[in-house]
T-cell receptor, first 109, second 116 residues
Framework: GQNIDQPTEMTATEGAIVQINCTYQ??????LFWYQQHAGEAPTFLSY??LDGLEEKGRFSSFLSRSKGYSYLLLKELQMKDSASYLC??????????WGAGTKLIIKP | ETGVTQTPRHLVMGMTNKKSLKCEQH?????MYWYKQSAKKPLELMFV???????ENNSVPSRFSPECPNSSHLFLHLHTLQPEDSALYLC???????????????FGPGTRLTVT
């Protein structure tokens, strides 16, 4: 089968750094997405990785290791508005998008 | 505002009712998707339309019936639903869903469906 694993919930402090991990087992690999979803809202695109390494975009960075089937999303200088669910999704060899269940991130003052 | 709208935002229906969910995208995309999102579960892809043709149906019960009259509009017709069908139904669009470059999907805000 195909699956994506990510922690169900994480808690972090405002101003700190948090890393959300995602491991995947899929039939082939054509890229990995991270989406952010605030409660009651639509998921919105954060990042896309297809090659190994780190992609930085402001306070958010995403890392990929294809050999390890592993990615992480790094959030720096956390703000209260970063409280949301973070969804990891992998494109397999059939260009199907396989989704993780999401990680709920709680930011405390 | 992602360029994808969904109506209604909330829907409560009985098991014998018939209702429809509507999705519209203003992004010029060619692919549209219906997803079901239940608490603490991965997004479940239900249907994919590419250039108005259905390209994917992930073993969805026949009580869910999609319709795509053109590349900008997508409907999900509901009838004789079960309480376990209560969930958030998300519509998304992308440039393409077939092989080739992997395009990000743009999501609508969803319809919160409760079946009583």
């Amino acid at each position: 089968g195909q699956n994506i694993d990510q922690p169900t919930e994480m808690t972090a402090t405002e101003g700190a750094i948090v890393q959300i991990n995602c491991t995947y087992q899929t039939s082939g690999f054509n890229g990995l997405f991270w989406y952010q979803q605030h409660a009651g809202e639509a998921p919105t695109f954060l990042s896309y990785n297809v090659l190994d390494g780190l992609e930085e975009k402001g306070r958010f960075s995403s890392f990929l290791s294809r050999s390890k089937g592993y990615s992480y999303l790094l959030l720096k200088e956390l703000q209260m508005k970063d409280s949301a669910s973070y969804l990891c999704a992998v494109i397999n060899s059939n260009y199907q998008l396989i989704w993780g269940a999401g990680t709920k991130l709680i930011i405390k003052p | 505002e992602t360029g994808v709208t969904q109506t209604p935002r909330h829907l409560v229906m009985g098991m014998t009712n018939k209702k429809s969910l509507k999705c519209e995208q203003h992004l010029g995309h060619n692919a549209m998707y219906w997803y079901k999102q239940s608490a603490k579960k991965p997004l479940e892809l239900m249907f994919v339309y590419n250039f108005k043709e259905q390209t994917e149906n992930n073993s969805v019960p026949s009580r869910f019936s999609p319709e795509c009259p053109n590349s900008s509009h997508l409907f999900l017709h509901l009838h004789t639903l079960q309480p376990e069908d209560s969930a958030l139904y998300l519509c998304a669009s992308s440039q393409d869903s077939t092989s080739g470059p992997s395009y990000e999907q743009y999501f609508g805000p969803g319809t919160r469906l409760t079946v009583t």
